[in-house]
Nanobody
Framework: QVQLVESGGGLVQAGGSLRLSCAVS????????MGWFRQAPGKEREFVAA????????YYVDGVKGRFTISRDDAKSTVYLQMNSLKPEEKAVYYC?????????????????????????WGQGTQVTVSS
């Protein structure tokens, strides 16, 4: 069983930055492909960014490219999401998710790494609020 705990959310002004962290426990983090998703009130949970188990592949939703950076430090069993130039519409609860990396996985296809259904393990989320 894998446990995920997010931290680093908070209130920031538009144009500001936050770094979210996702602490992984229960299993070695380097066995998992990881994703960040967000959910605004009244909306469906949506994909933000993902990183492969090795860190060699990263993916972003178009709207955050160039502003957000996903990374991982498996020595610390932690995945990060650096968010710069935040916008008010990005106010949401941000969730970390994990998918066990297996040989021959289809995870690297965009229909998979960006899908909430691809990830078995989820954290409780951390609130990000961006004021205008």
């Amino acid at each position: 069983q894998v446990q995920l705990v997010e931290s680093g959310g908070g209130l920031v002004q538009a144009g500001g930055s936050l770094r979210l962290s996702c602490a992984v426990s229960g299993r070695p983090s380097n066995r998992y492909n990881m994703g960040w998703f967000r959910q605004a009130p009244g909306k469906e949970r949506e994909f933000v960014a993902a990183i492969s188990w090795s860190g060699g592949s990263t993916y972003y939703v178009d709207g955050v490219k160039g502003r957000f950076t996903i990374s991982r430090d498996d020595a610390k069993s932690t995945v990060y999401l650096q968010m710069n130039s935040l916008k008010p519409e990005e106010k949401a609860v941000y969730y970390c998710a994990a998918d066990l990396a297996t040989p021959g996985t289809s995870w690297y296809r965009d229909t998979y790494y960006s899908s909430v259904h691809e990830y078995r393990y989820w954290g409780q989320g951390t609130q990000v609020t961006v004021s205008s």
